[in-house]
């Protein structure tokens, strides 16, 4: 009875997301993507990165130095990657877009939110 | 010392005379920067006739240079910018010397101690003495020339004397991979020199 219960839920549930779906096709489309850049010899590749809100981008670093991904006014940073190591930030509306490497001040790049 | 310059001009003048390359401008500028690391111990040919296990000595004794010189800015610089700096070569060059390590460990391989990382440790002993008596601005042009010239004399020895005569392809492309770092700090250097000025 109880499970009965819970599966018609769920059914319904899964109908009214249908429904959602098909009624705003627009918002169903938008998926969220993860987006790569390496680190590799001192550079940011690619050094301009188009994203969308909610997107991941994940750092990789190749280098045997460690680096960092971090916002030009710090509001937000990869923290210290080393030889192999990745971090994600997921992009957000308000997010700063040109950041650099806190330990290669040189090393820069940015990002095209749309 | 002397014997070698005399040797060093006559190589430039006979070569310089045959084709005038810039390329051994360069090699024979890296070998008389090499020469006056390790003065009259020994000859540039002697560096180039080195092992890969002297060549891995002579880098890794250099990386703990500049972590020794980076501690000493630690301790003794106020400069948010100096104080960052050597925080990176700390962090870099202990990078190069774990992977070099790893690299020997694998190849069942131990750095040969030599003449040249001697000549390099005894001088790097003389600039922290007097290093470790300056204060303030004076202490920090100091660091971030010497940092520079450091980096310049080192990353030539290695890229014109080093790499050309490294028989293992794995020391090889590590001594590549260190190079690129080096020259990244030589530019960072480059930029704090200026800023201390």
Request: proline fraction near 2%; charge should be negative.
């Amino acid at each position: 009875m109880c499970s009965d219960f819970s599966r018609r839920h769920i059914l319904i549930a899964g109908a009214a997301a249908s429904v959602a779906a098909l009624t705003n096709p627009a918002k169903a489309e938008v998926r969220s993507k993860i987006h790569d850049v390496r680190i590799k010899d001192f550079v940011y590749v690619p050094d301009t990165l188009h994203v969308h809100v909610g997107d991941t981008i994940r750092w990789i670093n190749d280098d045997l130095a460690p680096h960092t991904a971090t916002a030009l006014e710090f509001g937000w940073d990869t923290g210290e990657l080393k030889r192999g190591e990745s971090a994600e930030v997921v992009v957000s509306e308000n997010m700063e877009t040109a950041y650099f490497c806190v330990f290669h001040p040189h090393m820069k790049a940015q990002l095209v939110i749309s | 010392m002397v014997a070698f310059k005399g040797c060093y001009a006559l190589v430039y003048r006979t070569y310089m005379r045959e084709t005038g390359g810039l390329l051994m401008k360069k090699l024979i500028s890296a070998l008389a920067v090499a020469a006056a690391f390790i003065g009259a111990q020994a000859t540039a040919q002697d560096i180039a006739n080195m092992s890969d296990t002297e060549f891995a000595h002579i880098a890794y004794t250099a990386d703990n240079i500049d972590i020794r010189y980076a501690h000493l800015a630690l301790a003794l610089s106020d400069n948010p910018e100096i104080k960052k700096f050597a925080k990176t070569m700390i962090s870099d060059h202990e990078a190069v010397n774990e992977a070099a390590l790893e690299l020997l460990a694998k190849l069942g391989a131990t750095a040969q101690d030599n003449a040249v990382s001697q000549a390099l440790n005894e001088r790097a002993d003389n600039i922290i003495n007097e290093f470790s008596q300056l204060r303030g601005a004076a202490f920090d042009k100091a660091y971030a020339e010497n940092e520079l010239a450091y980096h310049q004399e080192v990353n030539a020895l290695v890229e014109g004397t080093m790499i050309p005569n490294i028989d293992n392809a794995e020391v090889k492309a590590l001594f590549e991979q260190g190079l690129k770092i080096f020259k990244a700090h030589e530019k960072h250097a480059e930029m704090m020199v200026k800023s201390v000025q």
